[in-house]
């Protein structure tokens, strides 16, 4: 790290120890502080730079972005890169379209509308979707697509065949439509965190040597790569993200609009504090807890299949998240006959258990043929993890027996007197 910021900051003469002791003694003037960052971001950026290597991303520290607001706070800024036209004090909106799988960042899914942007929404990302959708939208100037690494909702893990095919097409289609390419937003912020015998593969890391032909370039032309240190790293209370990209136009409209949407600065030692988590979390501290989530899951589908024992039939069933400790969990629409959507599975939930979890319209699930979708979460304690199934066996037991269909239909009338929710899911386009 300390080679980076030399190499970044330091003058001909001076050695590491020599940087070293300037960062360390020099004191920060107020005027130095800029929007969204502290103004004396080098060593953030030189740290940053260090991990963004580790995951195979190539950058420099002065490629790297320092974004208040965690990860929206860098998603916001390349919305705007992308979907808006600045012409001195004119401003316009020229909208655009974000390819996305379902079970994306749910907090993203507003964030391309501030700009006119919309989403449209695959069951899975893969290079064969990812290049149908290029082509029914061919023309459209303004075009992104979000590749997670750990899909948000059912914890699929991007691996490197499928980070290669998204690639492949990505890079074979912009050097045929160089005047409308298509950009990439990598949300690498669950780097490592693997429940599985999988590995990720960050998607800004791949270059056409990777795929067997150099002149296809690199992906890190293509894509902001963002990583936090509130989701593997265990520090939420770092409400910042790092972000690079090697293009730099891109660059330079990023630099612009995250001064422009800043609201707040980001003191030097919380920038510090979160690069250091970064790049000084043990390893193996990240594998005893992805220990951790794996035996929570282990457990919690062993609680499953004793209340489906009881029910009779698969009641409650749970797809095997490969990272991230999100709880993917399905529900047998025979148990909740009546309902019509995962909302009015959570509201059953809400009011018969006791149980909050997200419904998966927020992720872009629409589909009900194999059933209502909910988010729960693995970092719990045992001891939370047994009264959530306890409560989950009661509402079983309540819902099977001859009072189930009336418990739904007051859970469904409870929940349409706090919101329109039929207009709601109405209004619901992705």
């Known amino acids: 790290m300390l080679d980076l910021l030399t190499e970044h900051i330091g003058r001909a003469d001076e050695t590491p120890r020599d940087v070293l002791n300037y960062v360390t003694s020099r004191t920060h003037k107020l005027g130095a502080y800029r929007g969204g960052t502290s103004g004396y971001d080098d060593e953030a950026q030189a740290f940053a730079a260090a991990h963004f290597h580790s995951c195979g991303i190539p950058t420099r520290p002065s490629q790297v972005m320092i974004f208040a607001g965690g990860a929206k706070g860098a998603f916001a800024a390349f919305f705007a890169a992308l979907m808006t036209r600045r012409d001195h004090d004119q401003l316009h909106h020229a909208g655009g379209v974000m390819l996305a ?20 929404v695959v069951p899975h990302l893969t290079g064969t979707s990812v290049r149908a959708w290029l082509y029914s939208t061919a023309g459209h100037p ?13 914890g699929e893990v991007l691996t490197t065949p499928r980070a290669r095919a998204i690639a492949r097409t990505v890079l074979r289609y912009n050097a045929r439509h160089p005047r409308t390419p298509v950009y990439v937003l990598a949300d690498d912020v669950y780097v490592d965190s693997y429940l599985d015998d999988v590995q990720g593969h960050p998607i800004g890391s791949i270059t056409g040597e990777d795929l067997q032909n150099p002149r296809l370039g690199a992906m890190s032309d293509w894509t902001l790569s963002v990583v936090t240190a509130s989701k593997t790293f265990a520090l939420p209370t770092s409400r910042i993200s790092f972000a690079t990209t090697t293009n730099p136009r891109l660059l330079q409209a990023l ?3 995250r001064t422009v949407l800043a609201q707040g600065r980001v003191p030097q030692v919380t920038e510090l504090t979160a690069a250091a988590a970064l790049c000084l979390t043990p390893p193996s501290w990240v594998a005893d807890w992805n220990r951790r989530y794996r035996r929570r899951l282990d457990d919690l589908s062993s609680r499953l299949d004793e209340i489906n024992a009881v029910a009779g039939f698969p009641a409650l069933t749970i797809g095997r998240p490969q990272g991230g400790w999100y709880l993917p969990l399905r529900i047998n629409p025979k148990l909740m006959p009546g309902a019509t959507s995962s909302m009015d599975a959570f509201s059953v939930l809400l009011h018969a258990a006791r149980v909050a979890l997200l419904p998966g319209e927020l992720f872009g699930y629409r589909d009900y043929a194999n059933g209502y979708v909910l988010r729960g979460t693995l970092a719990v304690s045992p001891d939370d993890l047994a009264r959530f199934t306890a409560a989950l066996k009661a509402t079983v037991v309540k819902l099977i027996g001859p009072d189930g269909p009336e418990q739904v239909e007051l859970a469904k009338r409870r929940a349409r007197q706090v919101a329109d929710v039929d207009a709601i899911l109405a209004s619901c386009t992705y």
């Open 101 to 120: 799988p379902a079970g994306y960042y749910q907090s993203l899914r507003l964030i391309p509308a501030l700009f006119g942007g919309s989403i449209d």
């Open 255 to 257: 630099a612009h609009y």
């Open 142 to 154: 303004h075009r992104c697509i979000y590749v997670p690494l750990v899909n948000n909702f059912s």
